[in-house]
């Protein structure tokens, strides 16, 4: 069974303060590596594709990247701003996506 | 250019009731999704249509139908609302069924008393 566990549930950062979210990952045959973001009350907003291992990818104060087994989402210094839920999905051939559970993100100034 | 919109925002329904969740999508896409989501639950797949005129069962299909009216409409019908249905609900759209990019609409919450 394809499965995606997301950790830590939660994180209380402050601002400044670096760190990573993890996305380990079980599936038949990893076609593709997904992070989005997900602010309260809206849908979820692509972030990143990842397709092998090896592959890092960023954007602004984000890098996310791959190895074999699971994915991690890198913030450095982050703001306020960047306070969200971070989701991990996988897509394990030719089903569609499966979802984490997501990381909630807090950036305390 | 509105990407994927969803009809109503909020709807609050009593226990047997039915109701059509609507979804429209702009970006000439291929395929569709629907999603729920409940806390601690996560995004859980509950229909999806991989091109027009075709539909497939994702993880949490009991209690829902869809219909794919055309290429940029997909919508969900509750024939018999279930306490166990309240939740947000999410629909998707994406080039294709492969490891493509997938964007989502802004969600409705539905509440069945």
């Known amino acids: 069974e394809d499965q995606v566990t997301q950790s830590p549930e939660a994180l209380r950062l402050q601002e400044g303060e670096s760190s990573s979210l993890n996305c380990s990952y079980t599936v038949s045959g990893l076609r593709g590596l997904f992070w989005y973001r997900q602010d309260p009350g809206k849908g979820p907003e692509f972030l990143f594709t990842?397709?092998?291992a090896g592959e890092e990818k960023e954007k602004e104060r984000l890098k996310a990247t791959l190895t074999k087994k699971e994915s991690f989402l890198h913030i450095t210094a982050p703001k306020p701003e960047d306070s969200a839920t971070y989701l991990c999905a996988v897509h394990p051939g030719n089903t569609p996506l499966v979802f984490g559970k997501g990381t909630r993100l807090s950036v305390i100034a | 250019n509105a990407g994927v919109t969803q009809t109503p925002k909020f709807q609050v329904l009593k226990t047997g009731q039915s109701m059509t969740l609507q979804c429209a999508q702009d970006?000439?896409?291929?395929?569709m999704y629907w999603y729920r989501q409940d806390p601690g639950m996560g995004l859980r797949l509950i229909y999806y249509?991989?091109?027009?005129?075709?539909?497939d069962k994702g993880e949490v299909p009991n209690g829902y139908n869809v219909s794919r009216l055309n290429k940029r409409e997909f919508s969900l019908r509750l024939e018999s609302a279930a306490p166990s249905q309240t939740s947000v609900y999410f629909c998707a759209s994406s080039a294709g069924i492969g490891p493509n990019e997938q964007f989502f609409g802004p969600g409705t919450r539905l509440t069945v008393l």
């Open positions: 970006m000439n896409h291929n395929s």
């Open positions: 990842l397709y092998s």
């Open positions: 249509s991989a091109s027009e005129g075709t539909t």
